[in-house]
């Protein structure tokens, strides 16, 4: 192999196999369109991630409150807590810029949901 292009090889590689395992970051304003059995809905999410670490608000039927959560690749999780038990949001930012993924409400009954990034 040609000295002069190992180096180059190297580095690309190493660019390419760094970025795939980078977290994708879910920062920003969210528009969640929510389906629970049928009863359908929109909530206002703002997200913000450092690291694995996510933070947040979450405006909507479900009232307003603060969350935490935690993020690994393009994999997240929060958790609102309420009087009625705790509604986790499960979801991935899919390589189109959106969210797709699952809520469960205390266990009581499970959804989907779609995110788009709002303003």
């Known amino acids: 192999m040609n000295t002069a292009i190992a180096p ?66 393009n994999d997240f999780q929060f958790v609102l807590k309420g009087e009625a038990g705790s509604v986790t949001y499960t979801g991935t930012l899919q390589s189109d810029g959106t969210i797709k993924g699952s809520v469960d409400l205390a266990g009581m009954a499970q959804g989907s949901y779609t995110a788009k990034k709002g303003a």
């Open 8 to 73: 180059r090889i190297v580095l690309f590689l190493s660019l390419i196999l760094g970025a795939s395992f980078a977290n994708a970051d879910v920062s920003g304003n969210w528009v969640f369109a929510v389906d629970i059995m049928g009863q359908t809905g929109n909530a206002q999410v703002s997200m913000t991630q450092k690291g694995e670490a996510i933070s947040g608000h979450y405006s909507g039927q479900l009232g307003n409150t603060d969350f935490t959560g935690s993020a690994k690749g």
